[in-house]
């Protein structure tokens, strides 16, 4: 079956400590992009990646990292996390030249 | 600045009726538009999408309508149900210097009375 996996889907943190979400693909896909979304922002994107290590910002990269090591893999690293970084997070993924993305189904960030 | 607009935060809509979901947009370098559909806790998944080189595209219930020289694209639902009751986002990509972004709008919240 197709999709974007995403761990884990809740996560509660304290300030400053640093952390990992991870993002998975397994459909061969070169584009992976990060979101956040929150109220009445809609969907804003953090960082996205056309192929293996190829890695540029997006909207909002402020506070995080992503790496491209792996085609399927993408993962989102929070350095020093805060309470502001608060928020629903997803990873998706699509073919190059379309924009038909397949999402994740989310990770819940608290940071406290 | 937003460049993809959702003016429309809710909609609601008798069952059986037609829905229109709205959508502005800004960047005249935008070459494709879509729409995705997103339950609570789920992600959002893709619904139908349109080329900026056409002004039409139907998928069943869904048809999408792009007005160019308008900036605007709309989604109707003909007839709308209950299990279409959902946040529907508009996203607009651009196509540049070898990659491309996709751009949300906030979303409109539908909800489809029985």
């Known amino acids: 079956e197709a999709q974007v996996t995403q761990n884990p889907r809740y996560l509660i943190t304290v300030t400053g400590k640093k952390l990992t979400v991870t993002c998975s693909q397994n459909?061969?896909?070169?584009?992976m992009s990060w979101y956040r979304q929150d109220p009445g922002l809609g969907l804003r994107q953090i960082y996205y990646s056309m192929n293996v290590e190829v890695t540029d910002k997006g909207d909002v990269p402020e506070g995080y990292k992503v790496s491209r090591k792996e085609k399927r893999n993408f993962p989102l690293i929070l350095e020093s996390p805060s309470p502001n970084q608060t928020s629903l997070y997803f990873c998706?993924?699509?073919?190059?030249?379309?924009?038909?993305?397949?999402f994740g189904q989310g990770t819940r960030l608290t940071v406290v | 600045d937003q460049q993809v607009k959702q003016n429309s935060p809710s909609l609601s809509v008798q069952e059986g009726r037609i829905s229109i979901l709205n959508c502005d947009y800004t960047?005249?370098?935008?070459?494709?538009f879509l729409w995705y559909k997103k339950y609570p806790a789920e992600g959002p998944t893709f619904l139908i999408s349109?080329?900026?080189?056409?002004d039409k595209n139907e998928d069943g219930r869904f048809t999408v309508f792009l007005n160019k020289s308008a900036k605007h694209l709309s989604l109707h639902i003909v007839p709308s149900q209950p299990g279409d009751s959902a946040v529907y986002f508009c996203?607009?990509?651009?196509?540049?210097?070898?990659?491309?972004?996709?751009?949300f709008g906030k979303g409109t919240k539908l909800s489809v009375i029985p």
């Open positions: 349109i080329s900026s080189i056409k």
């Open positions: 960047n005249s370098m935008f070459d494709y």
């Open positions: 998706a993924s699509s073919s190059a030249g379309t924009g038909k993305a397949f």
């Open positions: 459909m061969n896909h070169e584009y």
């Open positions: 996203a607009a990509r651009y196509s540049g210097a070898g990659s491309y972004q996709l751009t």
